[in-house]
C-alpha cells in the first residue's frame, strides 16, 4: 500500500477546485456565507467542508474514497479492519463495549479507566466488575493491571464478557499487557483497549508496543492526541475471532454524527499518511531532541523528571514539584509565561510532545530556559514517596444501573458519605478518571481523596455540591 496517498484529502480538493456551487447542506456554502470577523479563520477550511456528494463517499457506508482511506489506515496498523471516528475515541469506547455486552453481562474494567468507559458500562446496563491497577508511589498516579491480579480475576469470574484496559496511562506509563491478552483468549474472552494516549506507537522502536501489535481485539485510538488530526479525530481497529465486527459497526452508525466532518476525517487521513512516512532519521533525531530536553528540565532542582526505563512514551514528559509549589501551582506559573502544559494535579504537570519529524522545530530549549527561571526562586525539597501497590482488589457497584435509573439522590456532608452509596460519579478533569462512581459504596479512602483534591484546585466533571462540602448518595 502507498501510505503517502491521502485518497479522501485528494478527492476534497478536487472538488473544491471545481468551485462547486451548493444548493446543498451545510449552509455556510463553501465559506460563502460567513461573518466577516471570522473570515480569515474558516474560509479555506471550508473549502473542505462538504457533505455526502458524488466521489465523497459516505462514512457510514463506504465504498469510495472513505474506504480506501481506511484500508490503507488498516493495512498501516497491520488489522483486519479500521474506522475513522469523528465524534472522539468516546464513541468507539461506547461502541466496543456495547458491542460485547448487555444488561447483566460481567466484564472486568480496569477501574481507572476514562468516563467514556464507565458511560458505556451504563448504557449497556452491565455488571461491571472494576480491578484496581498498580499505584506508582513514586509519581503517585496509577498504572496498568497486574497480570497474576488478572489471571486470579478470570478464575473467580470466568463467565465475563471482557476485559477493558486503558493502555498507556494519561502520563504515558505502559505498563505490560500481553501476558493478559494472551490468558484472555485462552479463556475464549476478548479485549478491548482504550489507548487514547498511544496512535503513534507504531512509529517505531523507542514507543512501548501498541496494543494492536499485541493481539487485543478492538483497540481505539485518540489520533487528534499525538498525530497531526484536528480535535475529535480518532481510530479504531477491529482484529477479533471473539467480537462481532457487524455489530460493532451497527452502533458505530448509531454513536457517530449522520452528517460526520468532512475536514475531520480528511484529518485523519493525513495524520495516516504522516505515521506512515515517518522514517528511521525520524524516529533517531526526534529521540534525540527529546532526550537533550528531558536533560535540561532533569538539571533543574525544583522539579524531578519522571523515568520509568521501557515503559514509558517519550512523548509524555512528567515533572513532579520538589519545591513549596503543587502540580497545579507549577502549571499556573508557567502558563503566564505562555507555556501551556497538558495537565497538573496535586504533585505533577505533564507535557505533550509532538512526533516531529527531520527539519522541524519545536521550541525545547526555550522552555526548558523560562521553567529554570520560573522556578529559580524556590527551594528544592525532597518529595516524599509512597507506597507502591500492585493493586488487583475487585470491586463492584452497590446498585444496578436498572436500580439506579429509579432512585434519587441526596446531598450529605462529606465526612458521613463512608459507607453510603454515591448518587454521582465525580471525575477530576483532566486526566477524567473517575474518582467516585455513581452506583459505588463510598470509603474513607475516596471521601479523603476527594476533599485533599477539592482543597488543592482540581476542577470535576459531577460533584456540584462540593462547594458546600457535600456528595449526592442513595438512601
Excluded at 91 to 104: D, H, P, Q, Y
Excluded at 185 to 211: C, K, M, T, Y
Excluded at 449 to 468: C, N, P, T
Aim: aromatic share 8%; net charge negative; with cysteine.
Amino acid at each position: 500500500m502507498n501510505q503517502q496517498n491521502v485518497p479522501l484529502l485528494h478527492a476534497l480538493l478536487a472538488h473544491a477546485n471545481k468551485e462547486p456551487v451548493s444548493f446543498h447542506v451545510p449552509g455556510h456554502k463553501y465559506g460563502a456565507v460567513l461573518n466577516e470577523k471570522a473570515g480569515g479563520f474558516f474560509t479555506e477550511i471550508m473549502k473542505i467542508d462538504a457533505t455526502e456528494l458524488s466521489g465523497l463517499d459516505d462514512l457510514h457506508s463506504p465504498e469510495g474514497v472513505i474506504q480506501e482511506a481506511a484500508q490503507l489506515l488498516a493495512g498501516l496498523y497491520g488489522v483486519e479492519e479500521s474506522f475513522f471516528l469523528v465524534n472522539g475515541s468516546t464513541s468507539g469506547n461506547l461502541a466496543m463495549i456495547l458491542a460485547v455486552c448487555g444488561e447483566g453481562d460481567k466484564i472486568l474494567v480496569q477501574r481507572n479507566c476514562h468516563k467514556s468507559i464507565v458511560n458505556a458500562l451504563h448504557l449497556a446496563k452491565a455488571d461491571p466488575i472494576f480491578i484496581e491497577p498498580v499505584f506508582n508511589g513514586e509519581w503517585k498516579v496509577a498504572g496498568g493491571l497486574d497480570t497474576e491480579a488478572v489471571k486470579q480475576a478470570i478464575v473467580r469470574f470466568p463467565e465475563i464478557k471482557g476485559i477493558v484496559l486503558t493502555y498507556p496511562n494519561y502520563y504515558g506509563i505502559a505498563d505490560p499487557i500481553a501476558g493478559i491478552i494472551e490468558t484472555a483468549h485462552q479463556n475464549g474472552i476478548p479485549v478491548l483497549v482504550d489507548e487514547a494516549h498511544g496512535a503513534h506507537f507504531i512509529a517505531g522502536d523507542g514507543f512501548p508496543r501498541s496494543a494492536v501489535a499485541l493481539g487485543a481485539d478492538v483497540v481505539v485510538q485518540s489520533a487528534h492526541k499525538t498525530l497531526p488530526a484536528m480535535t475529535m479525530g480518532s481510530f479504531l481497529h477491529f482484529n477479533s475471532r471473539l467480537v462481532n465486527c457487524g455489530r460493532l459497526k451497527d452502533y458505530l452508525q448509531m454513536l457517530q454524527s449522520s452528517s460526520p466532518s468532512y475536514p475531520i476525517m480528511a484529518s485523519l487521513d493525513l495524520a495516516r499518511m504522516y505515521l506512515g512516512s515517518f522514517k528511521k532519521r525520524d524516529l533517531s533525531i526526534l529521540m534525540e531532541e527529546i532526550g537533550r530536553f528531558r536533560k535540561e528540565l532533569a538539571d533543574i532542582p525544583q522539579i524531578r523528571v519522571l523515568n520509568e526505563e521501557g515503559r514509558i512514551d517519550p512523548l509524555k514528559v512528567a515533572i513532579q514539584s520538589a519545591c513549596s509549589l503543587t502540580g497545579y501551582e507549577m502549571q499556573q506559573l508557567f502558563e503566564h509565561e505562555g507555556i501551556y502544559t497538558e495537565l497538573a494535579d496535586p504533585f505533577n504537570v505533564l507535557f505533550v510532545l509532538p512526533l516531529l519529524k527531520e527539519g522541524m522545530s519545536y521550541p525545547f530549549a526555550s522552555t526548558a530556559r523560562k521553567v529554570k527561571s520560573l522556578l529559580a526562586n524556590y527551594s528544592p525539597i525532597q518529595p516524599e514517596v509512597h507506597e507502591f501497590s500492585r493493586g488487583g482488589t475487585l470491586s463492584r457497584l452497590a446498585l444496578s444501573y436498572r436500580d439506579m435509573n429509579r432512585l434519587k439522590g441526596e446531598p450529605v456532608k462529606l465526612e458521613n458519605a463512608p459507607g453510603l452509596v454515591a448518587a454521582e460519579t465525580i471525575i477530576p478533569y483532566p486526566p477524567g478518571i473517575p474518582l467516585i462512581l455513581k452506583g459505588e459504596r463510598i470509603n474513607e479512602s475516596m471521601a479523603r481523596k476527594l476533599a485533599e483534591l477539592f482543597k488543592s484546585g482540581s476542577r470535576f466533571y459531577g460533584g456540584e455540591w462540593l462547594e458546600e462540602g457535600e456528595i449526592l448518595i442513595y438512601r
